[in-house]
Each structure stands twice: as structure tokens, then as C-alpha cells.
């Protein structure tokens, strides 16, 4: 059978909207319009939420989910939602109306088609009061994250200071998820430690928009970039208001405490030399997180941090637990997975009748494609190799593939053969011009820095790929000894803006 040819897409132009409907005729629905937000033609979504049910519905308005002040910035249905709400504009729930669909209750607002407009463009003008105070938004986790949740929930009750790894790839959800486990088991005090303190940044955006003051717990960090946010206060600020809460007998509000590893690891307290952090070591934590488990964490300074934190349960969150899924680390019941495959089912599988816009479909389609080595590894092939006292036949391996030693890949010339046959071949991905201008950003990932280093020299000085972008984001972020030391995150950040066909090199291990 014949391989297709790639056909690679890697940009779709997408208007977001938010649009009302009324559905005349229907007796309940009578004084409430629905609010919702699409990517698609506002035609389109309404006919498929409402043409199984044989309901007749009547578009009312619809708008660009853009801000008017020249920012570009769009929003969703929720922001707008939410103004409505501090508006104090009722909802199905609000007046008792049980006849609404639970999971479709949150898009209907009892308020006339031309008030919801006008307070539609009064929004999109100033961004309302919604930018102003604070107006938490209501949340529905996607199935996914309430099977984690769930499956989290059920392993605490019944293990004693136990321990559970979400497997879940990039985007999946996980601050949201976490606050809301959080919430279910009724944690006091919740420790979130990471080794990419660079990540604050969206564990503090899901705290504002989702949990906030008004879900009783406080947001305590010092780490840079988040520590002087809005709602964000240092220890000692909180430690002083649980002293006047206690002496009021006032419920002491719930703590969510975000550190980073190396400044746990810098503690005198968990087997640094600096005198800071003695709060985390006193207090004995309701949930302890470890976001990016696999990151920097493995290692004998980090488990002598770790041990020494008194909590009742830890949760490990982490896209690549290679080494902890390869040493056993958590038994099977203790694991949830959640792969790039299970979200494709997801999207490709969602109901587009309900209400709900579908969450998976501003994801990108995923495409796996294979290729055969044998006529790029032909010589290693036709070589034979001693295993245990046997001559044995070669077994292609990545890792080995791009093994170095010395300096020097161990395969150079295999490894030139395989970029001449990535840009040459047929059907490979960068072999026409075609092709290459679809793909205008990739990422290579190998398992070793030195590996991803040595690969970024070679795309450097290579024919084709000498005219990409070439961004090493491994280890320090040089090619060569000679270059500016500078990390390779803020290389990436730095450079990515201006990038024509930006081309990342990084390792994983």
C-alpha cells in the first residue's frame, strides 16, 4: 500500500465570537437568553446544539470576543459571564428554574436579548468592572480532570500519607485540577513546590480566576515574578492575619504556599546553608504538590528536602515521569495517565449538540508519522554485534543513535544521513519547499544536553537547515564554548518573537 503524503498544516486563522439566542416557543426558556462563546460560524454552533432536539432557535446578536481598547486581547464567554454575574443578572439556578440541563444551566441568563447586548458592548469597551474587582469564575472540569480528581480523591481515603502521580500531557489542566482536589478534600494548607519557579505565573492566573479571597484560602509566595501581584501576600502577612482571625474565633482562611526547589533546597531547614523557609518546615501540610516531578527531583539534595516536609499527601504532577514510571515509584492504582492520544479521542469524539462549546477544539490536530531507518542506519545494519558471548543481529535505538563520546557523535555519519534524508526523501517532512514552509516551528528533543548541543552544530552547518532559526534550548543555551553564556529559556523567549522558522533543540532526561 502506498504511504500518503505528509499533508501538514500548521496555521488556521480563527475568529472567536459571542453570541445570543432565544428559543421561542419553548415555554421555560421564556425571559432568558443564551450567552455562549464559538470559534466557528455562529450559524454553525447554534444549529448543532439546538437542531437534535428539534428546537428552533433565534440568533439575537453576535459579536468579535476582542477588546475595543486596541490591545487585540479576546476573551470567552466566561469573562463576560462573569460581568453579567457582578451585574446581578440571574441565572436558571439564581431563580429556582430546575428545568435547565445542569452542564448547560451556566450559558442562560435571565435578561432581555437587547440589555445583554448592550451590556455585551459596555464590556468589550472597558472591560466592565470585571477588570476592577474580583469576580471569580464558575468552572466545570472536563472529563478528564474529574476522572484525576476523582481517582486522587478515592487513593488519599484509603492510603495514609499516600502518594499519586498524574502522567498528563502539556495542557491538560492541571493548576485548575489541583485547586480543585484541593477544595474536595478540604486542605488547609497546601505546599506547591516546582523546579521551574517560571511557572508561577499560571498557578497565581487559575488562583485569580477560579479560587481568589472568596474561596477562603490565600495565595502566599516570594517568588519572583508573582510575589507582588495583586493577590499575592508573603508569610508573615498571612501568619499575622491568622493571629487576628484566632483571636476574633474567626475561621483562619486556607493556605496555598508556592515555592520554588531551589530555594527549598537552600534552606537550612532541608539541608541548605541559608536561614529562610522555617514556616515550611514547621507546618505540617494537608497536600504537598510537586509540579514538574520530573524536573531536578531525582536527585539525593532533593530527597533529603522532601523528607523533611510533614504533610498527609503528596500529589506529583509531571507530562514525562520517565524514571519514576521506570523504578516503580507508584503502583498502578496510584497513576493517572492522560496522553496527546486520549485528548485527540476527545476532540474528534466530543458531542457538538451540547451546549458547551467543545474545550478540545482550539487544540491542534496531532499527526504522528513514522519512518523507517533501515537505509539510513544500512551500515550499522549490516554489522554484527556481541551480546553476552552471542553474535547478534543490530536493533536500532535512539538513544544510541545520537550517543556521544568524546565530544562526537559515536554515528556522525548516520546521523548526517538522517538529516540529508529528513530534507531529500520523499515524503519526509522537510523534503520539499512545500513542506518546509508549512512547518514553521518544530522541536527536536534528544536525551542528553550534549546530544541536543552537538544536533544544533550540525543543523547550523547544514544546507538546508542552516536557514532556520536554530535555538538550543538545553543545559546553557551555547553551541559553542565561545558563544554568550545566557540560560537557554531566556535565550528562547528572547529570540522567539522575531523568529522566521524557529527550530528547538532540547533534551529530556
Not at 172 to 193: H, P, Q, S
Not at 207 to 228: L, M, T
Not at 456 to 476: M, N, Q, S, T
Not at 491 to 508: A, F, G, Q
Amino acid at each position: 500500500m502506498a504511504m500518503q503524503t505528509p499533508n501538514i498544516k500548521t496555521a488556521k486563522d480563527v475568529v472567536p465570537m459571542i453570541y445570543a439566542y432565544t428559543t421561542p416557543g419553548i415555554t421555560y426558556h421564556e425571559g432568558y437568553t443564551k450567552i455562549g462563546y464559538t470559534e466557528q460560524k455562529v450559524e454553525d454552533r447554534v444549529y448543532q446544539q439546538t437542531h437534535t432536539a428539534g428546537v428552533k432557535a433565534k440568533i439575537e446578536w453576535q459579536g468579535n470576543a476582542v477588546f475595543d481598547d486596541g490591545s487585540g486581547e479576546t476573551f470567552d464567554d466566561h469573562a463576560f459571564h462573569a460581568y453579567l454575574r457582578k451585574n446581578d443578572v440571574k441565572q436558571p439556578m439564581d431563580l429556582g428554574n430546575e428545568y435547565f440541563d445542569k452542564n448547560d444551566r451556566n450559558e442562560w441568563f435571565f435578561i432581555t436579548p437587547e440589555d445583554s447586548r448592550s451590556k455585551f458592548y459596555d464590556f468589550r469597551l472597558n472591560r466592565g468592572i470585571f477588570e476592577q474587582e474580583s469576580a471569580i469564575i464558575p468552572y466545570i472540569l472536563r472529563a478528564e480532570q474529574e476522572k484525576a480528581v476523582s481517582l486522587t480523591k478515592a487513593y488519599r481515603e484509603s492510603h495514609e500519607k499516600g502518594e499519586f502521580l498524574w502522567n498528563a500531557k502539556p495542557r491538560f489542566g492541571k493548576t485548575l485540577a489541583v485547586y480543585d482536589f484541593m477544595k474536595r478534600i478540604g486542605a488547609k494548607t497546601v505546599l506547591i513546590v516546582t523546579n521551574r519557579p517560571a511557572i508561577a505565573n499560571s498557578w497565581y492566573s487559575d488562583y485569580s480566576k477560579f479560587i481568589g479571597r472568596e474561596s477562603k484560602y490565600f495565595f502566599v509566595s516570594d517568588v519572583d515574578g508573582v510575589k507582588n501581584k495583586k493577590n499575592v501576600i508573603s508569610y508573615d502577612e498571612f501568619a499575622k492575619d491568622k493571629i487576628s482571625r484566632e483571636k476574633k474565633k474567626l475561621p483562619v482562611l486556607g493556605l496555598i504556599y508556592f515555592a520554588s526547589l531551589q530555594d527549598l533546597k537552600g534552606s537550612i531547614y532541608f539541608g541548605g546553608k541559608f536561614n529562610k523557609l522555617q514556616e515550611i518546615k514547621d507546618t505540617n501540610w494537608d497536600l504537598l504538590v510537586i509540579d514538574e516531578a520530573h524536573e531536578g527531583v531525582d536527585t539525593y539534595k532533593t530527597d533529603v528536602a522532601f523528607d523533611r516536609i510533614k504533610r498527609k499527601f503528596t500529589l506529583h504532577l509531571s507530562g514525562t515521569p520517565f524514571k519514576a514510571l521506570a523504578n516503580n515509584k507508584f503502583n498502578d492504582d496510584a497513576i493517572f495517565n492522560y496522553t496527546y492520544a486520549d485528548e485527540q479521542k476527545s476532540k474528534r469524539d466530543w458531542d457538538n449538540s451540547n451546549e458547551i462549546e467543545n474545550p478540545y477544539a482550539v487544540l491542534p490536530t496531532l499527526n504522528l508519522y513514522t519512518y523507517q531507518m533501515s537505509e539510513i542506519v544500512h551500515d550499522e545494519l549490516s554489522q554484527k554485534m556481541e551480546l553476552n558471548g552471542e553474535t547478534v543481529e543490530y536493533a536500532f535505538d535512539l538513544n544510541e543513535f545520537f550517543k556521544v563520546e568524546n565530544g562526537k557523535f559515536v554515528h556522525g555519519s548516520s546521523v548526517d544521513k538522517f538529516l540529508d534524508a529528513l530534507t531529500t526523501q520523499k515524503r519526509f517532512p522537510f523534503s520539499t519547499q512545500e513542506l518546509r514552509d508549512e512547518i514553521k516551528h518544530s522541536f527536536w528533543l534528544l536525551d542528553r544536553v550534549e546530544s541536543a548541543r552537538l544536533l544544533a552544530k550540525k543543523l547550523h552547518e547544514h544546507p538546508i537547515f542552516k536557514d532556520y532559526e536554530i535555538v538550543l534550548a538545553a543545559g546553557d543555551g551555547r553551541v559553542d564554548d565561545d558563544d554568550e553564556n545566557e540560560k537557554s529559556f531566556d535565550r528562547s523567549r528572547k529570540r522567539l518573537p522575531n523568529m522566521k522558522r524557529p527550530l528547538h533543540c532540547l533534551s529530556v532526561s
